[in-house]
């Protein structure tokens, strides 16, 4: 979406943004007594705030707080009864600092994250945004930003939004500044691939600064939530925070989103102006509809593709089972969870006899029919939750989730038997070995898998068409 249609794109945010508000109650606010002293004993509340992030809030050039968090706390302090008191920063960080160091009792809006909870609360969500990522127009759409992992990107330095996706996304390459206009400033010149920020902020200080060869490119899943941080040392400022944010209405609260965030056009007294806007308005839309199915046609496309892939880098393209690499990191994720859980679980490592001479007599066409032919009995004879798949030439694994095993072997010797009176391809009788065994705690997965190795070498020389299970 280019940042030309933001200003209406902000109206409909600002309609639907997600906000978590209580229902108002009637009257003043109900303190307890911890809190009525609290507010007895207390002049004023140091306040510091993010200096440059509208239009969610800043410090103007004379110095004032503003901004919709600016509105929201000067709605909030005069139902509380108290005064605050702007402690001016020149940075993000410089105002985390501050809380920190317990020159402010709070932050005008911050985010919960582990690293602050030493020294910062927050309170009930306020508002919540999306996380959008602009980049340079030529770019095309983002889906997820995995398709893009290898990019490098710019956010302001101090923001919970860097923590959040970092934990989300290991490998993504963040730059910090201090602040939006600058790192805007860095995607329009080409040095970093993309800023990431909620649409709002971008497309708010984009038009303010004039940074035009932008566009927003991706909306990600995960959000902002706005919240009021409170030092901890202030437990009772934070309750009457969480009840005066409870008591805000949901007309106070569209009245402070749509002064920020609508459009407002000035009166139109002639009807040629009409005509011209009408049109503009028409191009505009029709502008939008063939973006969205240029959109609607890419996402398709990467859907189809990233299907295709995963179906390449996860199944096995003869049999359309598990491949080795699925088989491996699901081996890996049950045995995170016999760890953490204390839950058994077992492998079958199967074999199929004299399949050299299968070939040998009947072709490898008729071999891979056999292989085909052995992964569906397989598949249909195994448990919904067990994962067959394909552990390479003729050797099959499955593997058995909270299974012990005795149980693996009975499901073995059933998938024997029914292998003996299976009609494969080729007419010839077809016969299994298959090695058991049940991971043991501190177990590699090549030591596991070398005692099915060993359990199915037994079984092969013990006369073939056997179960043997380890030792």
């Keep these: 979406m280019s940042l030309s249609n933001n200003r209406i794109l902000l109206l409909f945010l600002a309609l639907f943004s997600s906000v978590v508000i209580a229902q108002p109650s009637s009257g003043s606010l109900d303190l307890n007594d911890r809190e009525r002293a609290f507010l007895a004993t207390t002049n004023s ?23 919709i968090m600016a509105d929201f706390h000067s709605l909030w302090a005069e139902r509380i009864g108290i005064k605050l008191r702007l402690v001016k920063t020149t940075s993000w960080q410089q105002s985390l600092d501050y809380l920190q160091q317990g020159k402010c009792d709070l932050l005008s809006s911050a985010q919960d994250v582990p690293e ?9 969500s306020v508002i919540n945004y999306p996380f959008a990522i602009a980049t340079n127009k030529d770019n095309e759409f983002i889906v997820n930003l995995r398709q893009v992992i290898e990019q490098r990107f710019v956010m302001v330095k101090g923001y919970a939004a860097i923590d959040i996706l970092q934990s989300k996304y290991p490998k993504l390459t963040i730059i910090t500044v201090d602040s939006v206009k600058t790192g805007l400033k860095m ?6 691939f993309g800023f990431i920020d909620t649409v709002p902020s971008i497309a708010y200080q984009a038009q303010k ?19 009021v941080g409170v030092h901890n040392d202030l437990p009772e400022l934070l309750s009457i925070y969480n009840k005066v944010i409870a008591m805000t209405t949901e007309i106070e609260r569209q009245d402070i989103l749509n002064k920020w965030l609508s459009v407002h056009y000035a009166p139109l007294n002639s009807f040629k102006y009409f005509w011209q806007l009408f049109l503009a308005l028409a191009i505009l839309l029709l ?33 359309k089972i598990a491949n080795r690499y699925l088989l ?45 032919d052995l992964a569906k009995l397989l598949t249909h004879e ?90």
């Design 45 to 67: 509340i140091n306040i510091c705030t993010d200096p440059d992030w509208l239009p969610y809030e800043s410090i103007n050039t004379k110095g004032v707080h503003e901004g």
């Design 209 to 227: 600064h004039g940074i035009s060869y932008i566009n927003i490119s991706g909306v990600l899943e995960t959000g902002y939530d706005m919240s």
């Design 187 to 192: 995607v329009e010149r080409g040095e970093v």
């Design 116 to 124: 602050r909870r030493s020294y910062l609360s927050v309170t009930k």
């Design 328 to 372: 491996t990191s699901t081996f890996q994720s049950e045995m995170t969870r016999a760890t953490r859980y204390n839950t058994p679980f077992s492998l079958l490592l199967i074999d199929i006899d004299f399949f050299k001479s299968i070939n040998d007599e009947y072709g490898h066409n008729a071999g891979d029919s056999v292989l085909v």
């Design 287 to 319: 502008f939008l509809l063939y973006r969205y199915m240029l959109q609607s046609k890419y996402n398709h496309q990467l859907q189809s593709l990233n299907f295709k892939l995963n179906t390449l880098s996860h199944y096995d393209q003869l049999t």
């Design 382 to 471: 195994s448990r919904d939750s067990d994962i067959v798949g394909r552990w390479g030439g003729e050797e099959f694994l499955i593997i058995c989730p909270e299974t012990k095993k005795l149980g693996a072997q009975q499901l073995a010797e059933h998938i024997r038997q029914r292998t003996n009176n299976f009609s494969f391809t080729i007419k010839e009788s077809i016969h299994i070995s298959i090695g058991v065994t049940e991971y043991q705690h501190n177990e590699t997965m090549e030591m596991c898998i070398k005692q099915a190795d060993d359990a199915l070498y037994r079984a092969k020389h013990s006369g073939r068409n056997r179960v043997e299970v380890s030792k």
